[in-house]
């Protein structure tokens, strides 16, 4: 299977954890993208990089989210001292660079913070 | 403030018939749109798009139309099949790369 890899797909931590993600993008893809969605609601827009650079960061990621792609390959979104209200489904996509080129999703991290 | 609106969360339609899914949008600066699909327990899967350019795209079963004056978009799925059952999702793009959704709408197709 050559989609976007996410891993683990579900997250249970109790409030003031730290926890981190893993997406894993399609190999060709040189844009990386992190969305947030919560019950009846779109995905929401984290942060993206192109490479190895942070390119944008929605005013959503608080200083407590920290997303890094060392390499240009894989990405990690670390949430320190998790809320209550940081449970949801944490999507990784990724894309080509080249003109508008449509987001392939991996399925998902599901964190529930008790 | 939503700027990419689905205002039907839910839409049932016969095997066969023609499934219309709505989409309106405030912000002009948009210009490319996305449909995309889901399954429970998924991601997000990419259906279709349009570029703010054209006012229709068809592939297969999917057309997307877009009237731009209006600031509206609409998915026909024709013939309608009973594997076309998820959330569908509207999306919406500025040139920063940024995708915009809407909230879905749940289309059942009954057999």
């Known amino acids: 299977d050559t989609g976007v890899s996410q891993d683990p797909r579900h997250k249970i931590t109790k409030r003031g954890q730290n926890v981190t993600f893993r997406c894993d993008p399609i190999?060709?893809?040189?844009?990386l993208y992190w969305y947030r969605q919560t019950l009846g609601q779109g995905p929401e827009f984290l942060t993206y990089?192109?490479?190895?650079?942070?390119?944008?960061k929605s005013r959503l990621l608080s200083d407590r989210f920290s997303a890094e792609r060392p390499k240009g390959s894989f990405s990690t979104l670390e949430i320190q001292r998790t809320e209550q209200g940081d449970s949801a489904m944490y999507l990784c996509?990724?894309?080509?660079?080249?003109?508008?080129?449509?987001?392939?999703f991996g399925n998902g991290t599901r964190l529930t913070v008790t | 403030d939503q700027q990419v609106k689905q205002n039907s969360p839910s839409l049932s339609v016969q095997e066969g018939r023609i499934s219309i899914l709505n989409c309106d949008y405030t912000?002009?600066?948009?210009?490319?749109f996305l449909w995309y699909k889901k399954y429970p327990a998924e991601g997000p899967t990419f259906l279709i798009s349009?570029?703010?350019?054209?006012d229709k795209n068809e592939d297969g079963r999917f057309t997307v139309f877009l009237n731009k004056s209006a600031k509206h978009l609409s998915l026909h799925i024709v013939p309608s099949q009973p594997g076309d059952s998820a959330v569908y999702f509207c999306?919406?793009?500025?040139?920063?790369?940024?995708?915009?959704f809407g909230t879905g709408t749940r289309l059942t197709v009954i057999p």
């Open positions: 996509a990724s894309s080509f660079s080249q003109g508008h080129s449509p987001l392939h």
């Open positions: 190999s060709e893809h040189n844009r």
């Open positions: 990089f192109q490479n190895e650079a942070q390119l944008e």
């Open positions: 912000n002009s600066m948009f210009d490319y």
């Open positions: 349009i570029s703010s350019i054209k």
């Open positions: 999306a919406a793009l500025t040139g920063a790369n940024n995708l915009f």
